[in-house]
């Protein structure tokens, strides 16, 4: 399994990007997608999870409200929408897989059931 985001950039505070993840080399089941961020000092969080067998969407309270997962299934692509965005979303971004395809992991949060890693996407919030 290949993942590869991309969407990052330099946005102002209170501004929007969608980061894309696409997603290649699975052989029967989507697996599901989760996104994380790594703040240059900071350890990865998780942002979110999306489960591609049943759509369920997991949150931490960091990114309710501002941050939403989506699919779309015929371009096997997994996008972060992320509104309303403060300097301390600066970030890079990277859109992780379990090995195993359908449910996110239990529990999503933790980057260590993530098997499979994209190359990770810069986003910079500043005026």
């Known amino acids: 399994v290949q993942l590869q985001a991309s969407g990052g950039g330099l946005v102002q505070p209170g501004g929007s990007l969608r980061l894309s993840c696409a997603v290649s080399?699975?052989?029967?089941?989507?697996?599901?997608v989760g996104w994380f961020r790594q703040a240059p000092g900071k350890e990865r969080e998780a942002i979110s999870c999306?489960?591609?067998?049943?759509?369920?969407?997991y949150y931490p309270d960091l990114a309710k409200g501002r941050f939403a997962i989506s699919s779309d299934s015929a371009k096997n692509t997994v996008y972060l929408q992320m509104n309303n965005l403060r300097p301390e979303d600066t970030a890079v971004y990277y859109c992780?897989?379990?090995?195993?395809?359908?449910?996110?992991?239990?529990?999503?949060?933790?980057?260590?059931?993530?098997?499979?890693w994209g190359q990770g996407t810069q986003v910079t919030v500043s005026s």
């Open positions: 992780a897989a379990p090995q195993r395809p359908g449910g996110c992991p239990f529990p999503y949060y933790s980057d260590r059931w993530y098997t499979y």
């Open positions: 999306l489960s591609t067998n049943n759509d369920i969407t």
């Open positions: 080399g699975f052989t029967l089941n989507r697996p599901a």
